[in-house]
């Protein structure tokens, strides 16, 4: 349920409705606009007289809110939320541009894939540590080691860093680490989520493989109602009949995001198309299509890597997609 007050509502007023609102054992979320603030009331709303709460003096309407996600809800935020690491802020205007390997390999490999993306204008820099791979033989990943490389890779560039948690456990060695992943595979790993919903660090949750849009906004929702707003959603391309791309990437779910919730969109076309060749086109239509922001695989070397080497763009191919970005993003402000 979310009520409406009217302009010019103290800040006292508020405080004195929200203490009567949390007695009736509800949250209240305050979004507060430059024009009007709107109380967001979750909990066993069904105790409410809705007609007692229009009735009040500072009250301009009372809505019930259908959708099951309720802090992740624009009706809860109709604002933009932006998220700030380092010097990159997500969301509300500003663009993500996340690039990096898809896993950490040595020392030599992040930081020389870390200076070049940065060069291309890359905000943040992504690789993974702990991988989560369809075979139990692939490379799992370089683990904690790999988390400590990528933190040499952030003190040498500057960037801050993205990289993807599998298991609470090891949530101690995310302590630097600037912005928490958890993969498609993890997306309704219930206990994980609300796990990370008491840190205070951005999430970037991605977009089951087989899951709906509502799905993933309940999983938000998961974050956000242990108390950390920080999530950023990602769309990597989910499962459908064809086969001709490692995944389906459905675009769409940009405008949907953005209509349905206030929290900020980012596209990876690298895995959702598996193919280095349709990196580009997917990276340029996701941008014109408003996302906040785009996550791309970058490698000093795709034919090598140890993970995902065909949907990898060399550094100078990165360079080339960030600039047209950077065009799109002028040509549809
Ligand atoms: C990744 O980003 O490295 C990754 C494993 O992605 P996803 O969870 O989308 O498959
Ligand atoms: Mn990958």
Not at 165 to 173: A, E, F, G, V
Request: charge should be negative; hydrophobic fraction near 40%.
């Amino acid at each position: 349920m979310i009520a409406v007050l009217k302009n010019g509502t103290t800040p006292d007023q508020v405080q004195h409705l929200v203490d009567w609102l949390k007695n009736m054992n509800l949250d209240v979320h305050i979004s507060q606009g430059a024009e009007v603030t709107i109380l967001g009331l979750i909990g066993d709303t069904s105790r409410v007289d809705i007609d007692l709460l229009k009735s009040l003096e500072m009250v301009e309407t009372v809505k019930r809110v259908s959708e099951p996600f309720k802090q992740a809800n624009r009706k809860f935020h109709p604002l933009d939320t932006i998220i700030e690491v380092g010097n990159a802020r997500i969301g509300g205007g500003y663009f993500a541009m996340i690039a990096g390997p898809c896993s950490v390999e040595n020392e030599d490999q992040i930081i020389e894939v870390a200076t070049a993306v940065k060069q291309s204008g890359a905000n943040i820099l992504r690789g993974g540590a702990f991988k989560p791979r369809t075979s139990p033989y692939a490379f799992q990943g370089l683990k904690d080691e790999g988390i400590r490389l990528l933190l040499k890779a952030k003190k040498a560039t500057g960037l801050p860093i993205v990289t993807e948690i599998m298991n609470i456990s090891t949530l101690d060695l995310f302590d630097d680490v600037d912005i928490i992943q958890v993969g498609a595979r993890n997306m309704q790993n219930f206990d994980l989520l609300k796990e990370l919903g008491k840190t205070n660090k951005p999430i970037l949750l991605k977009r089951g493989l087989a899951n709906t849009l509502q799905e993933l906004l309940m999983s938000a929702e998961y974050i956000m109602s242990e108390g950390n707003s920080k999530v950023i959603l990602c769309e990597r391309g989910i499962r459908t009949f064809e086969t001709a791309t490692r995944n389906t990437l459905d675009l769409s779910a940009v405008p949907v995001l953005h209509s349905l919730s206030h929290l900020p969109v980012v596209i990876d076309p690298s895995h959702a198309t598996g193919k280095a060749n349709l990196v580009a086109p997917m990276a340029y239509a996701a941008t014109a299509a408003g996302a906040d922001g785009i996550m791309i695989e970058v490698h000093n070397n795709p034919a090598c890597a140890l993970c995902d080497g065909a949907q990898s763009l060399t550094p100078p191919q990165f360079d080339e997609i960030a600039r047209k970005v950077r065009q799109i993003r002028e040509v549809i402000a």
